[in-house]
């Protein structure tokens, strides 16, 4: 199968390699939540919650009393995607994502600025057609934003592949399908620091090099959407006050 069109250098879904699916976000979308998001990255659908900070239900959980402790759970919904078998709850899977999740966020929040508390943090795919992981990690970052919680940076995520001798950006289900290597990616943009990296097979050098940089360009691409979407936002809460 053809992923890049050798004549047009189009993808199969119509994007130019280095061209990321479009992004829609909204805040504010879980009535009782502290606060959430809902994001979207093409047909990846995800929302995130979250809840604190507040005390710290089990005490045995926290090992620094001078830091916020948090906790992260990633479920995917049952008809989030084509197979409809019945994932158990807190599968192998749904587990290496939420610590994944977990270690991203802490990186971007100032845990020391609330000790002896937690802060939860829940996230839900609702639709998946690859980068679900990405998706989680920008909502997550959408609904400590509504929350108010206090982070150095906000923290985006995207991710890059290489398929048909050829680096792409934001790869879809199919393109995730295929079994070429791929790289999730996590940065605090304005600091520049890469807060996460994932590879699931092999690369030389220099091609991973230019998978990556692609991946941290999205990323940065992502941090530009976010801010915009938030400040608009901000903007919208000042004139409903009037």
Do not use: W
């Not at 919650?49 to 830091?67: D, S, T």
């Not at 749904?94 to 508390?117: D, K």
Request: hydrophobic fraction near 40%; proline fraction near 4%; charged fraction near 25%.
């Amino acid at each position: 199968m053809e992923y890049v069109d050798p004549l047009t250098g189009f993808r199969i879904d119509g994007r130019r390699p280095n061209e990321m699916r479009q992004l829609k976000g909204e805040v504010g979308v879980v009535a009782r939540a502290d606060g959430s998001a809902l994001f979207e990255m093409g047909n990846t659908r995800v929302i995130a919650a979250v809840y604190g900070p507040r005390e710290v239900q089990h005490k045995g959980q926290q090992v620094n009393n001078k830091e916020a402790l948090v906790r992260c759970e990633y479920r995917m919904a049952e008809f989030s995607t084509g197979d409809r078998r019945r994932k158990p709850k807190g599968d192998r899977r749904s587990t290496e994502i939420s610590l994944v999740i977990r270690q991203t966020m802490e990186a971007s929040i100032l845990t020391h600025l609330m000790p002896r508390s937690q802060i939860d943090i829940f996230v839900q795919v609702l639709q998946a057609d690859g980068g679900t992981r990405s998706a989680c990690i920008n909502a997550a970052t959408l609904a400590l934003a509504d929350a108010g919680i206090p982070m150095r940076d906000i923290v985006t995520s995207c991710s890059a592949g290489y398929l048909c001798s050829t680096p792409l950006l934001d790869l879809n289900y199919v393109e995730d399908s295929a079994g070429g290597p791929d790289v999730t990616v996590g940065i605090l943009a304005k600091m520049d620091k890469v807060t996460l990296l994932q590879m699931d097979a092999k690369l030389p050098m220099d091609t991973f090099e230019n998978v990556m940089g692609l991946a941290i360009e999205g990323c940065k691409a992502i941090a530009t959407y976010i801010r915009e979407l938030l400040l608009e936002n901000t903007k919208k809460q000042e004139r409903q006050r009037g």
